[in-house]
Structures are given as C-alpha cells and as structure tokens.
C-alpha cells in the first residue's frame, strides 16, 4: 500500500481493509477455545428448558383450573341446593331493624352463624327502603346486584385474558361460594379492581380491610390519588353518621375481634394474634416496596384480602382484583383496548 499523509490509495493487487480485518478476526477466532460436545449439548438442552418449563408450568395451570372450576360447580351446587342466598338474611335484617328502630348491632348473636351484621352501616342503610318490599323481593335484588357485579367484573378484567378464566378456575371454590350465597365480597371485588379513590373508599365502607389499598398510592408518592381516597372516605362516613348516627357509632364499639366465631377461618390470627400483626406489618412493607414494580398492585389487593382476621374462603374471591392493574392518573392504562384512535394519540404524544 501507499500511504499519504491524508491516508493511503491501494494499489492494484491490494486486499481491501475490510477484507484484512475479515482475515484478522478469522484467525482470532480460530485461536479461541472452542466449546466440547458435551459442553454444546449442555447449552442445548439448556435452551430448550425455557419452553419446556413454560409449558409444564402452563400445562399445571390448566390442571388447577379445570379441578378448581369442578370443585367450585360442586360447591356452588351444595350452596344452591342447601343454603341458597344465605348471607342475604343478615343484610335483610340489619335493614328491617333500622326500619324498625331497633339497633343496628344487638347484643346476643351467634357470630358462626350467617345472622350476625359485621360490616359498617353503609349496606344496612342503602338497602332500608328495597327490606320494606320483604325478604324475597330484597334477597332477589340483591342476588342481582352480585351477578351484576360479577359480570361487570368480567368486562373488567378482560374475557378474552387467558390468565382470567384460569384464574377463576383456580378461585372456582370461593368464587361458587360468594355468588350462591349471595356475599357483599362480590361487589366490593368489582370495586377494588376498579382501583379508584372513590371505588376503594366504597369497599372499605363495606368491609373495612379494603383500606389498605392506600398504602399503594402512598408507596408509589400517588398523594392525589391517596387524598382523595381519604376525602371519599371521610364524606361517606359522614353520610353514614348524618343518616344513621346511632348505627354508625355503634359499629367501632359493637364490631371486634370477639366477634370471629366458631367458623373455619384460615388467618394466622388463629394461630396467635402476634403472628397476624407481624405477617400484617410485614405485608404493609412489602406493598411499600413494591409499589412502583409491576408487583405491586397485586401485593396491596393480596394485603387487602389476606388480612382480616376472619378469613373464610369465599373471600379469596377478592384476588381476582389482581389480575389488572387499575388506571393512574397521567399514566397509560397497559390493559386497556387499542384502537385506531388511541394508537395515534400514543404516538405522537
């Protein structure tokens, strides 16, 4: 080659540099190590474990589905045959008792049966006028809240997600549990999966341990979304306090952990009440934590739904709110429907 100072002009006869470092990196290679055949085998066959895996792993997810949605028609099946719409009485009663003017939380009743009123005045006192109409007008209005509820809770979620029907395979138990005894868990679901400051406020005025839902937008510094959670449910407190005054502070002095009855509960509280506030500490933390990962609204809903200290299994009805990440102020919902429309807005934003 001739080399100038601005560089070189090949001459005729001159391998290309390209073509040089072709030869270069040819020999370097060469003098590399080359892997054994044992050593490619192993790396094959540690390739091919990946989907291997993910199908075994798809294959057991199926298999718990279709037992679960069996287990759950038999449940459903004995519910519908033996106790049909059995929790409606005590929300029928707690309505008849403020039409009546008798107390929201009377004193002497059975906490292991499905008469007795654990939750805030809200349901008693929305229901009033629909208990006026009788126990089976009301118990047929309310069992049509609950499926409404559920369908809606379907659309939610998606019914084309995979990942939804093998969840509510795997969930068949409760889920068959909640729908045909007719459990306010069924509602306050669809309202935790909505995921909003009014929606968890709702929930909490249903059953109280929704409330910790907040501690996602606290972990993710969301302090709009957090305060208008506590100004929902400030107002619904007060509309409770303003149209059942005696019921509403009744229920922090009536409702407590004296209150579990002989049921088939599944909290740690059973075990020891200092068991349960540690794996309760220790689940607030870790909502904390993982609060700004994908994991970290199926963390709260978990919390949310794991915590109380009676926990039957119809309740487990509430992990449904899981699978979907409710929508953030500012931020693009994942899960949502793409159109045309949205898709151009998303790209030139």
Known sequence: MNRRPGGYVPRDGDLPVYELHTEVWDEELAALPQPSQAERAVAAARASAGPQLRHAADL????????????????????LTGDPLADTVAYFEASNRLNHGQPLY??????STNE??????LLAV????VALLGYEFYALVWEAIVIVSFVALLRYLGVRRRAVWLAIGILGVPIAWALTVAQAHVPMTYLIALGQPWSVALAANLKLFPALLALWWLGRRDYESLLAFLAWAALLGLGQLLL?????????????LDQLGEVRNFSPFVLHPALWVGLLAAGALAVLALARTRWGWPAAVA???????????????SLLAALRQPKVAGVADPDADWDVASVFSRSVR
Do not use: K, N
Not at 116 to 121: G, T, V
Not at 126 to 129: A, G, I, L, Y
Not at 304 to 310: E, N, Y
């Open 116 to 121: 007795i009123y654990l939750y805030p005045p």
């Open 106 to 111: 009377p004193s002497g009743v059975d906490p």
């Open 126 to 129: 929305v229901m009033r006028p």
């Open 60 to 79: 057991a997810l199926f298999a718990l589905a279709v037992i679960g949605a069996i287990a759950g028609a038999i449940v459903g099946f004995q519910h």
């Open 303 to 317: 919390l949310a739904t794991l915590a109380p200290p009676r926990l039957l299994v119809y309740m487990l009805t």
């Open 244 to 256: 059942e005054r005696q019921g509403t502070l009744a229920f922090f002095g009536s409702v407590g």
